[in-house]
């Protein structure tokens, strides 16, 4: 089974790789050989991107044989190559988070312009988008501020007082609110 394994894994067909080092650790879980059949199915759920199959593997590879090099090696690139992943879904979502933020801030920016040429319904929309786009970001303490001067000059001042106390809630060192 394992050089039916190796055969499939130099095809690149890895599911087919993947069954026959199956079959060889269901026909040898515990033998001679058994840590090579763990560290090559190892391999296979590598390519398959089922990385902490394959971790695990490795780790009863090693548990089979604790000289078996390649199983460690091997264990080191998954754990280094999970560690990279984790670093680019942070940049990622770091990346994303700034985006949103500075959408948000535009739409504060077009508000302000409104409220500078007394179009305060206009504004007022532009604040709702801030709001909406970013409502717990760093900045909603301002959307909030900005949102509740609109109201006021709208002649709606419940809706003020509420925007106030929600820019309050958001930074309490806001002295604009």
Do not use: W
């Not at 894994?9 to 993947?18: G, I, T, V």
């Not at 593997?57 to 044989?65: G, H, R, V």
């Amino acid at each position: 089974y394992k050089d039916s394994g190796n055969a499939f894994m130099k095809d690149k067909n890895f599911e087919e790789a993947l069954y026959e080092y199956n079959l060889a650790i269901e026909t040898s879980a515990d033998g001679p050989n058994s840590h090579i059949y763990y560290s090559n199915r190892a391999a296979a759920y590598c390519y398959l991107g089922q990385y902490s199959e394959a971790a695990g593997d490795c780790l009863s590879s090693i548990e089979l044989n604790d000289s078996y090099d390649k199983a460690r090696t091997l264990l080191v690139k998954i754990r280094d190559d999970e560690k990279k992943v984790l670093a680019e879904d942070k940049e990622a979502k770091r990346r994303e988070a700034e985006d949103i933020i500075r959408q948000a801030d535009e739409y504060k920016d077009s508000g302000n312009a409104f409220m500078k040429d007394k179009n305060f319904e206009e504004a007022l929309y532009e604040y709702n988008l801030a709001i909406e786009t970013s409502a717990d970001g760093p900045n909603s303490h301002i959307y909030y501020s900005n949102r509740a001067a609109a109201y006021c000059y709208l002649g709606q001042y419940s809706e003020a007082a509420g925007d106030c106390l929600s820019s309050i809630e958001s930074n309490d060192s806001y002295e604009k609110a």
